[in-house]
């Protein structure tokens, strides 16, 4: 006996084609490991030496990528204040007053957290 149609097929998807897709829609999150260059604006763009940079600009090392997944950024790329990065490169002026009052009220409020500190002085960190 045949059964009777509406004439409407209804198409039905995998459940596995749906998780592909919201794994497809979910952004990567890149977590700032530690300031590797700075350009000043002004200066020429590191990525076009014709070009002079508007803003600054912050060669980014990324928490698990390397050397060549650098990316060249602006400061509010960054998760936390720029003074609290180790920086493989002298940090720029305008944040050695903001990292010395950072360090002061450290010190102060916890001793333990200076262990990246030796002597008062920070540790030159350059890796590649």
Request: hydrophobic share 30%.
């Amino acid at each position: 006996k045949a059964r009777a149609s509406s004439g409407k097929r209804q198409r039905v998807q995998p459940v596995v084609e749906e998780r592909e897709e919201a794994e497809e829609e979910e952004e990567e999150i890149f977590r700032v490991d530690w300031v590797r260059d700075f350009r000043a604006a002004g200066e020429n763009d590191p990525m076009d030496e014709r070009r002079v940079l508007q803003e600054d600009k912050y060669r980014i090392r990324w928490i698990n990528y390397g050397l060549e997944d650098d990316s060249w950024e602006p400061l509010d790329c960054l998760d936390a204040p720029p003074w609290t990065y180790a920086w493989g490169c002298d940090m720029p002026e305008k944040f050695q007053a903001d990292r010395d009052a950072w360090k002061t009220e450290l010190a102060r409020t916890s001793k333990r957290d200076l262990a990246f500190f030796e002597g008062g002085e920070e540790l030159s960190i350059k890796r590649e």
